[in-house]
Each structure stands twice: as C-alpha cells, then as structure tokens.
C-alpha cells in the first residue's frame, strides 16, 4: 500500500504561482513513477505531468507544458508541482497518483494509489 498526501494548494490571481507537495508513505519503492492530475467540476480527471522514479524523466500535457515543472525529492519520498504563470482555466482539484508499472502514463487507469486531492483557484 501507498499512502498520498497532497498540500500546497489555494487561491492565487491569474499570473501568480503555486507548488503543490505530495507526501508518499508505504510501499513507495514499487511506484515505477508518479504523476499529478487534475479535474474541474464536470469534467473528466486529466493529466498534468508525470516523472519517473528512477532517472528523472519527465512528461507534461500539452497545456501546461513550459509552465508547469514536475520534480521529486527521493530521500524524502515527496513529489512536487511547480505552477507558474497560472491561469483561471488550470482551476481544479489536483491530485497526485502513484502505483504506475506501466501502459499509457497519462491515463488515469495506470495508477494504483491516489491521494485525497488538493483544491487550486486560480482567479482572473
């Protein structure tokens, strides 16, 4: 089992920025990589970013790419979010996944654990 937890989130003016933290417990070691999502009121969960465990790769969707930088601090077991340049269309809850071994890294179904999510409100 993994545990998440997230923090960081909150109300932020478009422009400003934001670090989401998600803390991982448990059987963190078999977690091939991690992501972070999001989903807004009616609308589906979607993919934000994702790093590999090991090496550090990194993989973003398309609308946050060159403002949004995923990065992880292995001794402390944590995963982070760094939002710039944020915008009112990026409001929604986030949330960090974990448990992925393998398929398609920007679908939900890939990730095992999930934390509760964190609220981000981003205003105009």
């Known amino acids: 089992q993994v545990q998440l937890v997230e923090s960081g989130g909150g109300l932020v003016q478009a422009g400003g920025s934001l670090r989401l933290s998600c803390a991982a417990s448990?059987?963190?070691?078999?977690?091939?990589?991690m992501g972070w999502f999001r989903q807004a009121p009616g609308k589906e969960r979607e993919f934000v970013a994702a790093?590999?465990?090991?090496?550090?790769?990194?993989y973003y969707a398309g609308s946050v790419k060159g403002r949004f930088t995923i990065s992880r601090d292995n001794a402390k077991n944590t995963l982070y979010l760094q939002m710039n340049s944020l915008k009112p269309e990026d409001t929604a809850v986030y949330f960090c996944a974990a448990g992925y071994s393998g398929g398609d890294y920007y679908l939900p179904r890939e990730y095992d654990y999930w934390g509760q999510g964190t609220q981000v409100t981003v205003s105009s």
């Open positions: 448990g059987r963190t070691f078999s977690s091939y990589a």
């Open positions: 790093i590999r465990w090991i090496g550090g790769s990194t």
